[in-house]
């Protein structure tokens, strides 16, 4: 079963850039303007999934849970930073905030995941503690830039409906939670979405991986069970801590937003 994995490379790989040459001559032909912007990101992504590559067969090869757990806060802080330059909020309000509620949602999560759902001895396993970290840290990453974005712009766009609230005695808690539950149910929607159709309209990627390589189909459905739940779960607590330890620098004494 898993020799027809190994057979892959790069060279079969690019065989799928013929299909890419159509896309580029139909472009042309239309008139699409894409056909740059698409080549430059394949060959990013070759380069980058390239280095990565490397780089976790190094940390593998290693396997120690320091250099591990290094990586996920690595992995964080690039989350954090991509979270505030995609909801264009300020860096010097926003990245501890956003850095913290990642840290302390996904963290304990993870180490429970492989605890009591993968039953792993070393729960620092490169081999399950990092893709697992990335899928975990991926989802909530979205899932905070869903709920940030949301958040702040519905106060924005409802000030008048805010600063009503404020004058008729409500705190800042009571005056925000309309935005506060509408930005948690944007958040979540797209995961719950996913749960609804899982399996029956795709294969997700894990599961397909796992039976890719040899695991059984029950066993790989177990798993994605259990990442699908845990990425909900990231998802939802890191939407609702990102919000609350962001706002003490988003608001002032008054209330008042300042982004």
């Known amino acids: 079963m898993n020799d027809f994995i190994e057979n892959i490379t790069y060279y079969s790989v690019a065989t799928l850039l013929i299909f890419f040459i159509i896309i580029i001559i139909i472009n042309l032909r239309l008139k699409l303007n894409f056909s740059k912007k698409m080549i430059i990101s394949i060959i990013r992504m ?23 757990a290094l990586y996920l806060l690595l992995m964080i802080c690039v989350a954090s930073f991509t979270t505030v330059r995609n909801t264009k909020t300020t860096f010097k309000k926003f990245f501890i905030p956003i850095i913290i509620g990642l840290l302390i949602t996904i963290f304990p999560l993870l180490l429970f995941f492989n605890y009591f759902v993968a039953k792993l001895d070393n729960l620092f396993l490169a081999q399950v503690f990092i893709p697992i970290s990335g899928m975990l840290l991926g989802n909530s990453m979205n ?17 008048k409906e805010y600063f009503t609230s404020l004058s008729l005695a409500a ?17 979540t929607k797209q995961v719950i979405a996913t749960m609804e159709t899982i399996g029956i309209v795709a294969l997700p990627g894990m599961m397909t991986g796992q039976i890719l390589s040899g695991s059984s189909p029950m066993t790989a459905i177990l798993y994605q069970i259990g990442i699908m739940m845990a990425i909900f779960v990231a998802r939802y607590t890191t939407s609702i801590v990102v919000i609350l330890l962001s706002m003490k620098n988003a608001f002032d004494e008054y209330d008042v937003l300042h982004l």
Do not use: H
Not at 143 to 159: P, Q, V, W
């Open 46 to 68: 070759f380069i980058q999934l390239s280095l990565v590559g490397l780089f976790l067969e190094y940390i593998f090869y290693l396997d120690k849970p320091y250099i591990n």
């Open 171 to 187: 705190n800042r808690f009571e005056a925000i939670m309309p935005y506060f539950r509408n930005a948690v149910t944007t958040s």
């Open 143 to 159: 899932g905070s830039i869903l709920a940030i974005d949301t958040f702040y712009k519905s106060i924005k766009n409802n000030e």
